[in-house]
T-cell receptor, first 116, second 112 residues
Framework: AQTVTQSQPEMSVQEAETVTLSCTYD???????LFWYKQPPSRQMILVIR??????QNATENRFSVNFQKAAKSFSLKISDSQLGDAAMYFCAYRSVQGGSEKLVFGKGMKLTVNP | EPEVTQTPSHQVTQMGQEVILRCVPI?????FYWYRQILGQKVEFLVS????????KSEIFDDQFSVERPDGSNFTLKIRSTKLEDSAMYFC??????????FGSGTQLSVL
């Protein structure tokens, strides 16, 4: 079974600075998807960015980018120019491509605080 | 942008009572899901639904749980006899042919 690990339960960053959130996962599959979801205090799950494992190029969405290291099974999220609205729980998630499983497997999450 | 809508936002019930959580997925989506998040813990998969049947379910999704798409637009999660440990935020999600899941805002279920 796949597992997702977020080893840092909390982080803080100063407004306008850059922060990197770490995530590792375990799988025997060669193709899969990885996601970062943001959960603000409203508790809605908002997709931040996704990466397809067969793509070597790291995904980027505006201030958000990932560092995907397939061999190391690492998938970190970099937030540039941090804003107060970035404060939230961030969850890393894995989804299989093969075998018909559509479920997302989430990590435990990490609480990001943005200091003004 | 289209949204997944969940009602109610909060539900309080007595232990042993039945509850139905409702969701309206995005209209042209084909895959539907329920996840739950106990306060302070990770989001856990419950069940996926496709072509009017359950396609996958987790160990959490026991006989007390059922899902239904009664009218082609709503997607419901029923808990027959609630337990204290069912207290959680329940998220509905839907997707089309892509891997991108759209989540609703959740229903906070409190079992007393």
């Amino acid at each position: 079974a796949q597992t997702v690990t977020q080893s840092q339960p909390e982080m803080s960053v100063q407004e306008a600075e850059t922060v990197t959130l770490s995530c590792t996962y375990d799988t025997s599959e060669s193709d899969y998807y990885l996601f970062w979801y943001k959960q603000p205090p409203s508790r809605q799950m908002i997709l931040v960015i996704r990466q397809e494992a067969y793509k070597q190029q790291n995904a980027t969405e505006n201030r958000f980018s990932v560092n995907f290291q397939k061999a190391a099974k690492s998938f970190s999220l970099k937030i540039s120019d941090s804003q107060l609205g970035d404060a939230a729980m961030y969850f890393c998630a894995y989804r299989s491509v093969q075998g018909g499983s559509e479920k997302l497997v989430f990590g435990k999450g990490m609480k990001l605080t943005v200091n003004p | 942008e289209p949204e997944v809508t969940q009602t109610p936002s909060h539900q309080v019930t007595q232990m042993g009572q039945e509850v139905i959580l409702r969701c309206v997925p995005i209209s042209n989506h084909l895959y539907f899901y329920w996840y739950r998040q106990i306060l302070g813990q990770k989001v856990e998969f419950l069940v996926s639904f496709y072509n009017n049947e359950i396609s996958e379910k987790s160990e959490i999704f026991d006989d007390q749980f059922s899902v239904e798409r009664p009218d082609g637009s709503n997607f419901t999660l029923k808990i027959r006899s609630t337990k204290l440990e069912d207290s959680a935020m329940y998220f509905c999600a839907s997707s089309g042919w892509s891997e991108k899941l759209f989540f609703g805002s959740g229903t906070q279920l409190s079992v007393l």
